[in-house]
């Protein structure tokens, strides 16, 4: 049974052409562009300031498992027709209900820091006051899915804001005049290696929802089946790229700055390397970055959390509506908590370091052993083995998630 996730297109039009390559530019760019939030540009900050041009490796190890778990799960996804919460149902009866509460959980945490990024993008952008920007943003999110064509919107929102994001963030790269060749160097050979960078890099980049956001969306174009296998897996692998370019040209304008001995303010450091790099554009262009990755984020922990609760049975109307509670029950969670938020997205990033290889395994076991769901689709061996080799650092990550949450119940 072929199922599809959250969608305003038209009953019969989801098949056709257009409609098809929206929906696929629209689920690359919204897996890029959840991976790429207010968490991860504070991370990729924090860690180049500690570590310098050897955080570099750590970029370079993310992309790298990124790319092995999402090939992995665009497939399984992709040819099956069902979501991954069906696709646990289906190995394990009663295991998607798990998994569907896990990134529920997760999904909700992680989006009242995604809120609170919107706020503060445009308090860098606008001077807006970030409790009053939140709320707008958050309207703005909602005003999404309140339209006719919601899938259509979606996928155009998160194309034009991924392309920004990544446009101006190229510019203060360029800017800032980093020292690529160092940076190409650690890569490979960093100077340091820590651990703590590339777990919490990976946990904050890979798991939780994110891991599916974009193969959910995906069922939207139509594309599922074994006859477009192939399809499929390139969209993945363009999906990763748009993910990597971000990830790298960020990297390097924080770098850029760092390396030229400038101090960052301990308030908010991304912020100031930005200023820093290109005086008061480059602080506004900072604040249309940070905005731009926290609403895309918004829309896309709601989108794919929601898609967790939902159905091939499921009226679009209703799946718009509870996407749309999703953010309201986020936004007042952030308007009550905001004043301890380190906690909440601490406690989420240890969920996601469970959940990464709980659905991952179900992934794994449906490409080795199950190959009824996948309508007798000869899954590659080449894939299965670079997925088990993501699979084992999978549980290492999940190992530490457990600590994680030791030292937080502790």
């Keep these: 049974m072929a199922d599809t996730p959250p969608s305003s297109t038209p009953s019969g039009a989801t098949d056709t052409r257009a409609g098809g390559r929206s929906a696929i ?19 990729t900050t924090t860690f180049t300031v500690s570590l310098g041009a050897a955080f570099a490796f750590a970029i370079v190890v993310s992309i790298l498992v990124d790319i092995a778990v999402q090939m992995n799960v665009w497939r399984a996804v992709g040819v ?18 798990v998994l569907s509460a896990l990134v529920l959980l997760g999904g909700l945490v992680f ?45 155009r929102m998160v194309v034009v804001l991924g392309l920004l994001m990544i446009g101006l963030t190229t510019w203060i790269a360029i800017t800032s005049r980093p020292p690529v060749g160092t940076a190409l160097r650690n890569a490979v050979l960093p100077d340091t ?6 777990t919490t890099l990976i946990g904050g980049t890979v798991g939780g929802y994110i891991t599916y956001a974009g193969a959910h969306r995906l ?63 480059g602080l506004h262009a900072f604040g249309v970055i940070l905005w731009a990755a926290a609403i895309t984020s918004v829309v896309g922990a709601s989108y794919t959390s929601v898609s967790f609760l ?15 509670v999703f953010i309201v029950v986020c936004t007042i969670l952030f308007l009550v908590l905001r004043k301890a938020p380190v906690t909440l997205l601490v406690f989420a990033g240890a969920f996601n370091g469970l959940i990464l290889p ?24 080449w894939l299965i083995v670079v997925g088990v080799l993501a699979w084992l650092l999978t549980l290492y990550l999940g190992y530490q998630s457990l600590g994680s949450l030791a030292k937080l119940w502790g």
């Excluded at 629209?26 to 991370?43: D, E, H, N, V």
């Excluded at 099956?80 to 209900?97: D, F, H, I, T």
């Design 310 to 324: 939902t159905s091939s049975t499921t009226s679009d109307r209703t799946r718009n509506l509870l996407t749309v």
């Design 358 to 381: 709980l659905g991952f395994t179900v992934i794994l076991v449906v490409a080795i052993w199950r190959r009824d769901l996948l309508h007798g689709y000869a899954y590659p061996r």
């Design 193 to 198: 290696l820590d651990v703590v960078a590339i």
């Design 80 to 97: 099956s027709g069902l979501r991954a919460q069906e696709l646990a149902n289906r190995v394990v009866p009663g295991l998607g209900w």
């Design 219 to 281: 069922l939207d174009s139509g594309l599922t089946g074994p006859q477009h296998a192939r399809e499929i897996g390139r969209s993945s692998v363009q999906g990763i790229l748009v993910t990597a370019i971000m990830r790298v040209v960020l990297f390097l304008a924080i770098l850029g700055v760092v390396a030229g001995g400038a101090t960052l303010a301990k308030a908010n450091p991304a912020a100031s390397a930005f200023e820093q790099a290109a005086g008061s554009f």
């Design 25 to 43: 530019l629209g689920a690359m760019f919204l897996m890029a562009t959840s991976a790429i939030g207010p968490g991860f540009i504070t991370q």
């Design 111 to 155: 989006n009242i820091g995604n809120v609170a990024g919107t706020g503060l993008g445009l308090d860098a952008m606008m001077g807006v006051d970030p409790t009053v920007g939140a709320v707008v943003s958050a309207a703005i999110a909602i005003a999404i899915f309140l339209v006719k064509r919601a899938g259509l919107l979606l996928d």
